[in-house]
């Protein structure tokens, strides 16, 4: 099954599908000093969201984790309101974002791995950990994130990847991470492989970042899922580029290993906050450009195929 904050659905149920986007952040280090980041309205998420479904979206992949201003209620109202199947985050950051007395980097790996595998089966604490009474909601986690810095993992990376693993073994529950710009995926997989994370139950987050055919080709086949999350944020570099990324990857036959996103975690990406591209991007303007290509098997495999399989809780 898929976990969603709304209970449990078969994978062939899921639909279209955003692996790896943001709707609601409401506090946190990153917030408070980057208020862009600041996601605190649930409808303006839904209308969002519903921009998303009027373009054929059915689901997506809340990567927001612990320490961000979850709200796990807010998230299950948003996926009621719009009809939107909604994974949900637990797990880490790159641990910049936390302060140096965070639990996080002084829990032994079995402590940090009790407390994400209460949020995969009994629910996400509305507090996010903070402190020091739990409160759950019903909504429960479907994903566990790790991040690394660029260029950079560590001795704690390596720790929270043991807890990871830990939990992953527990419950089933697949892994999704943030590489910087792209770099340390094969360290990431290392590191996961070594915690008992088979690369099938990994989905790489920002891979595009680092448009490197080959070097993603080897990723693909060590099983790895590779989540395409730049579409419309032309800052990094226009859509042609991950285009024909996934052209080649698609020339490979890495088809079956790639994912679709936005990754639109700041208001000045949402319509609904007066900005742009918006949750819709990618189903109305990016995939009719690899319809165009001839890719439209890739377009089907990445958006409704690959989901179901990647998002599955492992028996």
């Not at 079995?110 to 604490?125: F, N, P, Y």
């Not at 566990?144 to 950079?152: G, P, S």
């Not at 993992?153 to 999704?176: K, M, Q």
Request: with cysteine; aromatic share 6%; proline share 6%.
């Amino acid at each position: 099954m898929i976990r969603t904050v709304t209970g449990d659905r078969d994978p062939s149920d899921l639909g279209v599908t955003m692996a790896h986007e943001h709707l609601l952040m409401t506090g946190g280090w990153p917030v408070r000093h980057e208020p862009d980041f600041r996601l605190d309205s649930v409808d303006a998420a839904v209308a969002e969201v519903g921009r998303f479904a009027g373009a054929g979206g059915a689901a997506l992949v809340e990567m927001t984790p612990l320490g961000f201003g979850r709200d796990p209620d807010g998230l299950a109202e948003v996926s009621r309101r719009t009809g939107v199947a909604v994974v949900a985050a637990t797990g880490f950051h790159k641990l910049g974002y936390y302060a140096d007395t965070h639990w996080l980097h002084h829990y032994t790996e079995e402590q940090i791995a009790d407390l994400l595998v209460a949020e995969l089966v009994e629910g996400l604490d509305r507090g996010g950990y903070e402190g020091p009474l739990v409160d759950r909601s019903p909504a429960r986690a479907g994903v566990v994130k790790l991040a690394t810095e660029y260029h950079r993992a560590g001795p704690a990376v390596e720790r929270l990847a043991a807890a990871i693993g830990l939990a992953h073994t527990r419950t089933g529950a697949p892994v999704s991470t943030h590489t910087e710009k792209g770099t340390m995926a094969h360290a990431q997989l290392d590191l996961l492989e070594a915690a008992g994370v088979a690369p099938d139950a990994v989905i790489l987050g920002h891979v595009d970042h680092n448009p490197d055919p080959g070097l993603l080709g080897e990723l693909a086949s060590r099983g790895a899922y590779l989540c395409c999350d730049m579409p419309g944020r032309v800052k990094y570099g226009p859509d042609s580029q991950t285009l024909d990324l996934l052209a080649a990857l698609d020339a490979a036959g890495h088809r079956d290993r790639i994912l679709l996103a936005g990754d639109l975690a700041r208001r000045s990406y949402w319509p609904a906050y007066g900005g742009g591209p918006g949750l819709d991007y990618v189903l109305t303007t990016f995939v009719p450009r690899l319809h165009a290509m001839g890719l439209d098997r890739l377009a089907e495999q990445a958006l409704v195929v690959n989901p179901a399989r990647a998002l599955r809780l492992r028996a």
